[in-house]
């Protein structure tokens, strides 16, 4: 035997085909398109839901602070002669909607729904912040502050 036959031939390479079949044409495409809208869906919830998120937080901060000047207004004559801390309601509302007013003035805030109730005052906010992709929701928040007395029961 000679050295050149134990040498294992080669088979011919073959050239691929340079044509996907019909029906594989666009498929990587279609799938790449649903992945950029979900991908977009996604960032759409998470800028959106945050925004409103945070559009609660400011609601909320906003009625417990004007809640929070409203109870300072204690009719001190009424208090005098009763010994009861009573919030005249009409000081209440005005020094409410005092603290409000730029954001009122500006239209991000819907004006205040004030209730007081003896020494209570209650204050109801809503904030509307513009969504960049889905329709805009308004956050809204009720708080309340009432008018104590000092402390009323010690601790020992």
């Known amino acids: 035997m000679t050295p050149a036959a134990r040498v294992p031939s080669r088979p011919e390479p073959v050239e691929p085909s340079r044509q996907l079949p019909a029906e594989d044409t666009g498929a990587v495409s279609v799938m790449f398109a649903m992945l950029g809208f979900a991908i977009f869906a996604a960032l759409a919830l998470v800028v ?8 609660l937080t400011e609601a909320q901060n ?44 500006s239209g991000s805030i819907d004006p205040p729904v004030i209730t007081v109730v003896e ?11 513009r969504q960049f992709f889905f ?22």
């Open 48 to 55: 959106d839901g945050g925004r409103q998120l945070g559009a």
């Open 135 to 156: 329709p805009t929701r308004p956050a809204t928040a009720t708080e309340a502050a009432n008018a104590l007395d000092g402390v009323t029961e010690a601790t020992p």
């Open 119 to 129: 020494d209570t005052v209650t204050v109801q906010v809503t904030v509307n912040r």
């Open 62 to 105: 906003l009625a417990d602070n004007a809640a929070r000047f409203g109870a300072q207004e204690v009719d001190i004559e009424l208090w005098r002669e009763t010994g009861v801390p009573t919030i005249d309601p009409a000081r209440a509302e005005a020094e409410v909607f005092l603290f409000l007013q730029d954001r009122i003035a």
